[in-house]
């Protein structure tokens, strides 16, 4: 079965790895699983030619649908044609890059190029492989659809694409490969639902779109693989749990079907296999799915060292009062210089806005780079993004400045340098950004941190670290973590991986795995090259180990969990009325399959049926607008169909679930687009304000019909735009890494050459208050003209501190009647009150108490108005709201309008509505993190609680006083010009206390403390 594809390999000198052929195998008994392996190491090929494996074997035992087209099958008598290749090169050049004969793909399916790594096959005239795949197989028209491949992202589908036509063509497998997107042209999407290629590539909203046609049963029936790709991309977000129903309704078509996914920098392996391949069957009872009847699964891990260095631009000196944004320009030419060094660079941003603002500097610093740096993020247009996409590829660009836009699985061969521009915030994101570079088995990824303040250096020093292996060499991987433990005899974990971790069975002794439900294969990497400067910690005292047992807990090399998302009711209504679009469904059998996924395993007969009522009938509130009836039952049969033909019209533009506030086409008048901005941004603009956008600076000239026509500006500078939901929360994991790194600073631990730069800082934060042990929470008060200011620093993250500092401060009003104002950054917050907050530890300890927390949230915050906001989407995604034909989209505010009126009226008429309380529970887990929030607070109550009085704003204050002030105050006076004038007091008091004069220390200290304000 595997003959074919090794023979393939060994022509061409490569060597399949351990992981590939496990999953090989496990194909070819039938198995689903999950591939995780580091970015560039092949999990394309692993996953993609199991299925071709199996359809060469069905040709050779005359089992196939169709013949090959040139007879002779794989490596065949009248194959004519030498390969070339260099003694070292395991990974030719990729097939999408060939201009001369066929060139073969990576072992990666994603294409290397590189030293030693290039190849090509040249095939004599009489070869069967002269002429373009489609020409060859004329006249060759497949039965059924085999394999099919979901993506994330539409970007990523032509690049997928090229890599599985590679391996397709190599082996002369008459398939053809194509694509289902928004992209797809009106007319290949015809043919495509007369009949259906061998292989077909999809987004998730893709796949649903396909399911509203009806026929869609007889398309599906003879599936047998599909592939879901970028896999924890998808998990947590409503596009996983619709991919998780659209995988549901395959299954139930094709019984038989083998469900793969392929995942990097994944935390919660196992968990997210389990909702990958959902459960054995729903059942039809009140009673949840129980845990038994998940599905069978493979968990493949590869065995691949993977080596990443991470290193940090340091600036010459640094501030001992950092605020944000202020240290990330200073390090403008020291960027642009490691750009020069390397081949090509991916300049990472973790918003829109600071990649507009850092290319526009890079161009203005050096206008001989224009041509040779460009920009890329999802507001700009598609045609655009492309371009600079080739541009990449072919090498002909020195570094482009980007988003999350390109995190992704897109290849860009000559990138040999990843840059960060502040900090990453958490441990995945990292190391996805890293992969962009060195993206081959064997080669090396690089990132190179820029700090944009002070306290970034410790984030890069703690997020270096938590990719590094432990300071004793021991530590082993968390739940879900796949992989032969590599354990010392005395080390901290001597037992079982099974008995440490609930649900991951221990590995066979081989390192192959074990068979079974969850079973593991190969082992982890974790060759992972640390900065220069960092060394092993030295070994402590008795009494350290005991003052910091988290120095002394083995630490993994982990990465962040994706949360699965629980029952989201708007999802579940979509795909009820898109089945009924295509081919109709029973209740009895849909419930069934519904309560196979892992999002909805614990659907309870009650939800079920509102869910149903809410389709035929539009819920108490609706029943009386027929307009809501969107599903009707039939006759005999009680068979659920779309209930009209414009309804199903209207659904199918409404299928999705990504949500943002209305975009503005942005356009020159000339006709060229630029491509898309917030309503909420255009509509502040009048005619003849300039703004930058797509690194150019326009002048908008009007705004018509969604489109916002602009000319090019004569003037060099313009407003910077900023886009909603740019928010880049600290993770769990990166915070714990930054306690690590401030618990040791309190010990005098200046390892690496961040810390070093970082230590006056810390000593003076340890002079004028106190560094935190891990079990301790330090709270400091201090006094100014603005009010009486209490500091409390959890260490949690500013998406956490916001949360708790609202909660704080409503518990402490409640007992007290007085006005707050909060501030909170990634370290902690602020309360800043007219009257002094004079609460002692046991009083503290009652305002971080856990109980009535769900209550106390709801009560101090106003979640009417946040709850509306979340309801604003979950009616769009359930179909409440038609968003319009193209080129008359509804602006947000009729958006808005529309939804307050739905949740006016069933807030009065259907109180009971299950959307209603679907927002509510989306308000307390995504806006405010309640289990984070509750996992804190626990950390807490088990903490020692410091109180300190200080005369002024100490260096972990100040941030998040320069925060506050950006907002809390109207004054002429720009709030940089007023942080630098207190900077300068404060590092005059610094001085003082250098120079160890108390007396002119508290002088100053007071002097100080009268001018924050």
Same mark, same amino acid.
């Given at each position: 079965?595997?003959?074919?594809?090794?023979?393939?390999?060994?022509?061409?000198?490569?060597?399949?790895?351990?992981?590939?052929?496990?999953?090989?195998?496990?194909?070819?008994?039938?198995?689903?699983?999950?591939?995780?392996?580091?970015?560039?190491?092949?999990?394309?090929?692993?996953?993609?030619?199991?299925?071709?494996?199996?359809?060469?074997?069905?040709?050779?035992?005359?089992?196939?649908?169709?013949?090959?087209? %040139?007879?002779?099958?794989?490596?065949?008598?009248?194959?004519?044609?030498?390969?070339?290749?260099?003694?070292?090169?395991?990974?030719?050049?990729?097939?999408?890059?060939?201009?001369?004969?066929?060139?073969?793909?990576?072992?990666?399916?994603?294409?290397?190029?590189?030293?030693?790594?290039?190849?090509?096959?040249?095939?004599?005239?009489?070869?069967?492989?002269?002429?373009?795949?489609?020409?060859?197989?004329?006249?060759?028209?497949?039965?059924?659809?085999?394999?099919?491949?979901?993506?994330?992202?539409?970007?990523?589908?032509?690049? %997928?694409?090229?890599?599985?036509?590679?391996?397709?063509?190599?082996?002369?497998?008459?398939?053809?490969?194509?694509?289902?997107?928004?992209?797809?042209?009106?007319?290949?999407?015809?043919?495509?639902?007369? =009949?259906?290629?061998?292989?077909?590539?999809?987004?998730?909203?893709?796949?649903?779109?396909?399911?509203?046609?009806?026929?869609?049963?007889?398309?599906?029936?003879?599936?047998?693989?599909?592939?879901?790709?970028?896999?924890?991309?998808?998990?947590?977000?409503?596009?996983?749990?619709?991919?998780?129903?659209?995988?549901?309704?395959?299954?139930?078509?094709?019984?038989?079907?083998?469900?793969?996914?392929?995942?990097?920098?994944?935390?919660?392996?196992?968990?997210?296999?389990?909702?990958?391949?959902?459960?054995? !069957?729903?059942?039809?009872?009140?009673?949840?799915? +129980?845990?038994?009847?998940?599905?069978?699964?493979?968990?493949?891990?590869?065995?691949?060292?993977?080596?990443?260095?991470?290193?940090?631009?340091?600036?010459?000196?640094?501030?001992?009062?950092?605020?944000?944004?202020?240290?990330?320009?200073?390090?403008?030419?020291?960027?642009? %210089?490691?750009?020069?060094?390397?081949?090509?660079?991916?300049?990472?941003?973790?918003?829109?806005?600071?990649?507009?603002?850092?290319?526009?500097?890079?161009?203005?610093?050096?206008?001989?780079?224009?041509?040779?740096?460009?920009?890329?993020?999802?507001? &700009?247009?598609?045609?655009?993004?492309?371009?600079?996409?080739?541009?990449?590829?072919?090498?002909?660009?020195?570094?482009?400045?980007?988003?999350?836009?390109?995190?992704?699985?897109?290849?860009?061969?000559?990138?040999?340098?990843?840059?960060?521009?502040?900090?990453?915030?958490?441990?995945?994101?990292?190391?996805?950004?890293?992969?962009?570079?060195?993206?081959?088995?064997?080669?090396?990824?690089?990132?190179?941190?820029?700090?944009?303040?002070?306290?970034?250096?410790?984030?890069?020093?703690?997020?270096?670290?938590?990719?590094? +292996?432990?300071?004793?060499?021991?530590?082993?991987?968390?739940?879900?973590?796949?992989?032969?433990?590599?354990?010392?005899?005395?080390?901290?974990?001597? =037992?079982?991986?099974?008995?440490?971790?609930?649900?991951?069975?221990?590995?066979?002794?081989?390192?192959?795995?074990?068979?079974?439900?969850?079973?593991?294969?190969?082992?982890?990497?974790?060759?992972?090259?640390?900065?220069?400067?960092?060394?092993?910690?030295?070994?402590?005292? =008795?009494?350290?180990?005991?003052?910091?047992?988290?120095?002394?807990?083995?630490?993994?090399?982990?990465?962040?969990?994706?949360?699965?998302?629980?029952?989201?009711?708007?999802?579940?209504?979509?795909?009820?009325?898109?089945?009924?679009?295509?081919?109709?469904?029973?209740?009895?059998?849909?419930?069934?399959?519904?309560?196979?996924?892992?999002?909805?395993?614990?659907?309870?007969?009650?939800?079920?049926?509102?869910?149903?009522?809410?389709?035929?009938?539009?819920?108490?509130?609706?029943?009386?607008? +027929?307009?809501?009836?969107?599903?009707?039952?039939?006759?005999?049969?009680?068979?659920?169909?779309?209930?009209?033909?414009?309804?199903?019209?209207?659904?199918?533009?409404?299928?999705?679930? &990504?949500?943002?506030?209305?975009?503005?086409?942005?356009?020159?008048?000339?006709?060229?687009?630029?491509?898309?901005?917030?309503?909420?941004?255009?509509?502040?603009?009048?005619?003849?304000?300039?703004?930058?956008?797509?690194?150019?600076?326009?002048?908008?000239?009007?705004?018509? !019909?969604?489109?916002?026509?602009?000319?090019?500006?004569?003037?060099?500078?313009?407003?910077?735009?900023?886009?909603?939901?740019?928010?880049?929360?600290?993770?769990?994991?990166?915070?714990?890494?930054?306690?690590?790194?401030?618990?040791?600073?309190?010990?005098?631990?200046?390892?690496?050459?961040?810390?070093?730069?970082?230590?006056?800082?810390?000593?003076?934060?340890?002079?004028?208050?106190?560094?935190? =042990?891990?079990?301790?929470?330090?709270?400091?008060?201090?006094?100014?003209?603005?009010?009486?200011?209490?500091?409390?620093?959890?260490?949690?993250?500013?998406?956490?501190?916001?949360?708790?500092?609202?909660?704080?401060?409503?518990?402490?009003?409640?007992?007290?009647?007085?006005?707050?104002?909060?501030?909170?950054?990634?370290?902690?917050?602020?309360?800043?009150?007219?009257?002094? &907050?004079?609460?002692?530890?046991?009083?503290?300890?009652?305002?971080f108490t856990t109980t009535n927390l769900v209550e106390d949230m709801l009560g101090c915050l106003n979640t009417t108005a946040l709850a509306r906001r979340a309801f604003r989407d979950i009616a769009r995604v359930a179909g409440l709201i038609f968003p319009g034909f193209p080129g008359q989209n509804k602006t947000a505010r009729q958006f808005q309008a529309s939804s307050n009126l739905f949740y006016e009226v069933f807030s009065e008429f259907d109180p009971q509505n299950l959307l209603l309380d679907q927002a509510k529970r989306e308000v307390l887990d995504r806006e405010l993190e309640v289990t984070r929030l509750r996992q804190t607070l626990d950390r807490i109550g088990q903490s020692r609680i410091r109180i300190i009085n200080t005369q002024t704003l100490t260096p972990l204050g100040f941030p998040?006083?320069?925060?506050?002030?950006?907002?809390?105050?109207?004054?002429?006076?720009?709030?940089?010009?007023?942080?630098?004038?207190?900077?300068?007091?404060?590092?005059?008091?610094?001085?003082?206390?250098?120079?160890?004069?108390?007396?002119?220390?508290?002088?100053?200290?007071?002097?100080?403390?009268?001018?924050?304000?």
């Amino acid at each position: 079965m595997l003959e074919p594809i090794e023979q393939w390999f060994a022509r061409n000198g490569w060597t399949p790895f351990d992981f590939q052929r496990e999953t090989w195998a496990a194909y070819r008994r039938g198995e689903s699983g999950l591939v995780h392996a580091p970015t560039g190491t092949g999990k394309t090929y692993a996953v993609w030619l199991g299925p071709l494996a199996e359809w060469l074997h069905e040709q050779s035992s005359g089992a196939a649908e169709f013949p090959s087209p %040139s007879g002779k099958g794989v490596g065949g008598e009248g194959k004519s044609g030498t390969a070339t290749i260099e003694p070292n090169g395991p990974h030719p050049q990729p097939f999408s890059q060939r201009e001369k004969g066929v060139e073969f793909p990576s072992l990666s399916g994603r294409g290397v190029r590189g030293e030693g790594k290039s190849g090509k096959l040249t095939i004599e005239p009489g070869g069967p492989h002269t002429q373009p795949f489609s020409q060859r197989e004329k006249g060759v028209r497949p039965k059924t659809l085999r394999g099919r491949w979901i993506t994330p992202l539409r970007a990523l589908a032509n690049d %997928s694409a090229e890599n599985l036509r590679a391996a397709v063509e190599a082996l002369d497998i008459p398939w053809t490969i194509e694509l289902r997107t928004g992209d797809t042209p009106q007319s290949i999407r015809q043919r495509q639902r007369k =009949q259906l290629p061998p292989a077909l590539i999809t987004t998730p909203e893709s796949l649903s779109v396909m399911l509203s046609y009806s026929g869609s049963s007889d398309h599906f029936k003879n599936l047998r693989c599909i592939i879901v790709d970028e896999w924890h991309e998808l998990l947590g977000t409503k596009r996983g749990v619709q991919t998780e129903l659209g995988l549901a309704r395959l299954r139930w078509l094709s019984p038989k079907v083998r469900t793969w996914g392929l995942s990097a920098t994944l935390g919660n392996l196992d968990q997210a296999m389990r909702v990958l391949l959902g459960y054995q !069957n729903g059942g039809i009872g009140v009673s949840p799915v +129980p845990e038994r009847q998940r599905c069978q699964g493979t968990l493949i891990c590869g065995d691949l060292p993977k080596r990443t260095t991470v290193q940090t631009l340091q600036p010459d000196d640094v501030d001992l009062f950092p605020w944000s944004g202020h240290l990330g320009l200073k390090l403008l030419h020291q960027v642009i %210089s490691s750009i020069e060094a390397a081949r090509t660079t991916l300049l990472f941003t973790n918003v829109r806005s600071q990649a507009e603002i850092w290319f526009q500097q890079i161009i203005k610093a050096r206008p001989d780079l224009i041509g040779h740096v460009a920009l890329h993020h999802g507001s &700009i247009d598609r045609d655009i993004r492309k371009q600079v996409e080739d541009l990449l590829r072919a090498g002909r660009i020195r570094c482009v400045v980007c988003t999350s836009s390109l995190d992704l699985g897109v290849d860009f061969l000559p990138v040999d340098q990843v840059m960060q521009l502040g900090s990453p915030k958490g441990i995945a994101r990292m190391m996805q950004r890293a992969g962009r570079s060195g993206h081959q088995p064997g080669a090396e990824s690089r990132i190179l941190g820029v700090p944009t303040n002070a306290l970034e250096l410790i984030e890069f020093a703690a997020a270096r670290e938590a990719v590094s +292996p432990s300071p004793s060499g021991r530590g082993v991987r968390g739940e879900g973590k796949c992989g032969k433990g590599a354990i010392e005899p005395n080390g901290p974990h001597p =037992q079982p991986f099974s008995q440490r971790e609930k649900g991951v069975q221990s590995p066979s002794p081989s390192g192959r795995g074990v068979r079974g439900e969850g079973r593991l294969h190969s082992k982890f990497p974790d060759s992972i090259r640390t900065h220069p400067d960092q060394a092993l910690t030295p070994a402590l005292s =008795q009494r350290e180990r005991e003052e910091s047992p988290s120095h002394w807990a083995p630490h993994s090399i982990d990465v962040e969990s994706r949360t699965p998302l629980d029952r989201p009711l708007d999802v579940l209504v979509q795909h009820l009325v898109t089945l009924a679009c295509g081919d109709g469904f029973t209740a009895e059998e849909l419930q069934s399959e519904i309560r196979s996924t892992f999002a909805f395993h614990k659907l309870t007969r009650s939800e079920w049926q509102w869910a149903l009522d809410f389709v035929t009938q539009g819920g108490p509130a609706l029943h009386a607008y +027929p307009q809501y009836a969107r599903v009707i039952r039939g006759g005999g049969d009680g068979r659920y169909t779309v209930a009209s033909l414009q309804i199903e019209r209207m659904h199918r533009m409404m299928i999705g679930t &990504i949500t943002s506030d209305a975009m503005v086409k942005v356009a020159f008048v000339s006709g060229a687009t630029l491509g898309m901005m917030e309503e909420s941004f255009i509509s502040r603009l009048h005619p003849g304000d300039r703004f930058v956008f797509a690194g150019r600076v326009v002048e908008l000239v009007r705004v018509h !019909n969604m489109t916002a026509h602009v000319k090019k500006a004569k003037q060099a500078s313009g407003i910077m735009p900023r886009w909603n939901g740019s928010r880049c929360p600290l993770s769990t994991l990166m915070a714990a890494a930054i306690r690590r790194k401030i618990d040791e600073a309190r010990r005098g631990i200046y390892e690496s050459s961040e810390m070093r730069l970082v230590r006056p800082l810390m000593e003076l934060q340890s002079a004028w208050s106190i560094i935190p =042990q891990p079990d301790e929470l330090l709270i400091e008060r201090t006094r100014s003209r603005d009010g009486h200011h209490v500091f409390i620093y959890p260490f949690d993250g500013r998406q956490v501190h916001e949360g708790l500092s609202s909660l704080v401060a409503h518990r402490i009003a409640s007992q007290e009647a007085r006005s707050m104002h909060i501030t909170a950054n990634d370290y902690g917050f602020e309360l800043l009150s007219g009257d002094p &907050i004079e609460l002692d530890e046991d009083e503290w300890r009652q305002v971080f108490t856990t109980t009535n927390l769900v209550e106390d949230m709801l009560g101090c915050l106003n979640t009417t108005a946040l709850a509306r906001r979340a309801f604003r989407d979950i009616a769009r995604v359930a179909g409440l709201i038609f968003p319009g034909f193209p080129g008359q989209n509804k602006t947000a505010r009729q958006f808005q309008a529309s939804s307050n009126l739905f949740y006016e009226v069933f807030s009065e008429f259907d109180p009971q509505n299950l959307l209603l309380d679907q927002a509510k529970r989306e308000v307390l887990d995504r806006e405010l993190e309640v289990t984070r929030l509750r996992q804190t607070l626990d950390r807490i109550g088990q903490s020692r609680i410091r109180i300190i009085n200080t005369q002024t704003l100490t260096p972990l204050g100040f941030p998040i006083w320069a925060e506050s002030i950006r907002t809390q105050h109207i004054t002429s006076e720009s709030w940089a010009d007023r942080v630098r004038r207190m900077v300068v007091v404060l590092e005059k008091e610094a001085a003082m206390t250098k120079e160890n004069s108390p007396q002119r220390s508290q002088r100053k200290h007071r002097k100080a403390s009268s001018i924050v304000r």
